[in-house]
Each structure stands twice: as structure tokens, then as C-alpha cells.
């Protein structure tokens, strides 16, 4: 009911539902035909019970939405406000991590998360360190419904491409996003078969590796890159490329388990799985060596391992986040690639 051009209850005309690709308006039968929404001013009449809009179609988390009532227009943007950031601090590291990126902290989830996500990744400058975060999150929600928001793969590939130019990399953080970006977005690239962008993204990232010495706690993302890189090198039949990059995984991992491991490390006791993932990408890093060398000549340190048949290249530990990984297409790259190998 409206008096004085005051709506007393939002939800008795309008209830938002957002959707895992789309949002939509479910309107109380009164008003069809005699109302309409206005976003920014541009007006849209009112005609069915429910109206579908696209999370690309409208920007309606930062836009300024009214509903228009007997003439009355009322705005209904407090609908939105859970998922409003502030972007004025979007470079605020005490914010984003409170709002986004810490899991306990964070106040929403699944689709609600997921459409946060698509709303505000072009709000953020593309030198924004967090806009790292942001990729790294979003790749994991639309993982959560591959099917219905494979659409957005491309928006994720282009904001990656267009971050990678800006990345400071005299800063920690900056670092540490950038490296786990190149890991998720490649690896969903990889599992939707769009295998030349994501070794466009982990070319870059091995050449930029000489920065990370200045950031801990990349050693995971890291090493899932250079493995990654190493399959489709091996794909591309290029084996000595190939077998550096998982060499180079290797000792990623002996690096970064030696020091999860040591009483240096204050937070030992809470990366225990983290030493559990850390030793399989090692394994299989390993196996990846030792498989490459029955096609090209080995490097000494690695001629002595003992591969029995029981040794297979297993790529589980690379896609465990994304829950995608329960679709045949998703793997098919990984499967058709890892079974050429372990047949070697």
C-alpha cells in the first residue's frame, strides 16, 4: 500500500529471486499493466508476473531503481543493498578481506556470491591488486554452475588478460593474487577446452616468476601453473618444454614444503593440508619427469628415481576446487592428456 508516495512494504509489490546466471522480479498481480520499473531512468513497463533480467543485462546493484506505482515512483534499490560493496574501498585491504575474500566473514554465498561478483569485477580498476581476488573467486563460482554460466568464461578471460598488464609486483598481496588468478582461470580455460588462452596466461606467469621471492605463500598456485603448462606442452609434443616446466613444479614444491614444515613458520600447525596437497603435486611432478624421460634425455639429479607401473600421473590435486570436475567435459583435456602420458 502506498500513502503520501511512501511505500509501507517493498515485498508487497516487488520480491527479487537471483538466479545462478540471471535475476528476476516476481510482481504482485495488482500492479501488471499499470506499473513500471525504472533503472536510471530508462523505464520498463510492467506487463507479466515475473520479469528475467540478465546479471550483464543492468547494473542494478549500483543504478538507482524505482518502481512506479499509481504514479507514484518509490525507490526499491534497498533490494540490492547485501550486495552492494563500497567502492570507495576497494582498495582497502582491512575491507576487501572482511567483505570478500575471508570466508568466515563473508556474508553471502552460492548464487547471491556469485552475482556480488559478476556485479562489482567492473568496478575495479584493472591495476587494482584485487582484482586478482576478485577472478580467483568469481572462477570458482562459475565452476559451481558450468553449464548455465559458461557464458561468463570470456568476461573472466578478458578482465585476466587486461589485469596481467598491471600488476605491481613490488607488492606481496599483488603477488599473491596474481599468481592465484593465473592458477584458477587457467585451469577452468583448461577445463573448457579453451587450452591456447590459458597457456597464453601461464607463459606469462613462469616469466614473471622470478618476482615472487618477495611473497609467501604462492607455492600451491604456483605449482598447479607449471603443471598445467607442462600438460599443454606435452600436448603440444614440445617434451623438453614439458619437462622443465614440471621440473620446475618440483622443486617449487620441496621449496615450499621445507618451509611450511619449519618452526620459521608460525602458521605450521594450521597448513597441514596444505602439506598434504603440497607432497601428491610433488608426486606428480615426479611422475611427469620420469614419464618425459623415456622421450628425451633427463637431468641427471632425476635419473636415479625408481617408476614402477603403479606410478601414474594423477591430476585430481590440480582441480579439487572447482566442482565442475564432476562433468566428463570438464576433464576431458586433463583425461585424454594424462592417459597419453602414463602410457609412456
Keep these: 500500500m502506498i500513502h503520501g508516495g511512501v511505500m509501507n512494504n517493498i515485498n508487497e509489490y516487488v520480491k527479487l529471486i537471483i538466479g545462478e546466471d540471471s535475476l528476476s522480479f516476481e510482481f504482485n498481480t495488482s500492479i501488471l499493466n499499470q506499473a513500471s520499473l525504472f533503472i536510471n531512468d530508462a523505464e520498463i513497463p510492467i506487463t507479466t508476473h515475473e520479469m528475467h533480467l540478465d546479471f550483464l543485462e543492468y547494473d542494478l546493484i549500483y543504478s538507482q531503481v524505482e518502481l512506479e506505482v499509481e504514479s507514484t515512483k518509490i525507490n526499491i534499490s534497498s533490494l540490492f543493498d547485501k550486495y552492494r560493496l563500497e567502492t570507495t574501498f576497494l582498495e582497502d585491504t582491512k575491507y576487501m578481506n ?53 557464458k561468463f568464461i570470456s568476461l573472466v578471460q578478458e578482465k585476466k588478460k587486461l589485469y596481467d598488464t598491471k600488476v605491481q609486483f613490488s607488492d606481496e598481496i599483488a603477488i599473491r593474487w596474481y599468481v592465484s588468478s593465473s592458477a584458477t ?3 577452468l580455460l583448461m577445463m573448457t577446452n579453451r587450452v591456447e588462452e590459458a597457456e597464453t596466461i601461464l607463459k606469462k606467469q613462469a616469466e614473471n616468476s622470478y618476482h615472487y621471492s618477495l611473497a609467501d605463500n604462492v607455492g600451491w598456485n604456483q605449482t598447479i601453473c607449471m603443471i ?37 613458520n608460525n602458521f605450521v600447525l594450521f597448513q597441514t593440508l596444505d602439506c598434504k596437497v603440497m607432497i601428491d603435486l610433488m608426486h606428480n611432478s615426479l611422475v611427469l619427469i ?55
Excluded at 117 to 136: A, C, P, R
Excluded at 236 to 245: E, R, S, V
Excluded at 312 to 334: G, L
Design 228 to 264: 598445467n603448462l607442462s600438460l599443454i606442452l606435452f600436448s603440444n609434443k614440445d617434451i623438453n618444454g614439458a619437462l622443465k616446466a614440471a621440473s620446475f613444479a618440483y622443486e617449487i614444491c620441496k621449496t615450499n614444503i621445507s618451509y611450511m614444515g619449519s618452526c620459521q
Design 98 to 150: 572482511e567483505n570478500l575474500f575471508a570466508a568466515p566473514s563473508r556474508q553471502l554465498i552460492g548464487n547471491d556470491l556469485f552475482y556480488q561478483l559478476i556485479s562489482i569485477v567492473d568496478k575495479i580498476e584493472h591495476s587494482n591488486k584485487f582484482l586478482g581476488g576478485v577472478l580467483t573467486l568469481l572462477t570458482y563460482r562459475i565452476a559451481d554452475s558450468i553449464t548455465s554460466r559458461h
Design 185 to 187: 582461470v587457467s585451469t
Design 290 to 344: 620420469c614419464k618425459y624421460s623415456a622421450l628425451v634425455d633427463c637431468p641427471k639429479k632425476y635419473s636415479l628415481i625408481k617408476l614402477s607401473p603403479k606410478h601414474t600421473f594423477n591430476y585430481s590435486s590440480i582441480i579439487k576446487r572447482f566442482t565442475c570436475k564432476a562433468h566428463a567435459e570438464c576433464i576431458s583435456f586433463y583425461e585424454s592428456t594424462s592417459n597419453i602420458i602414463n602410457r609412456l
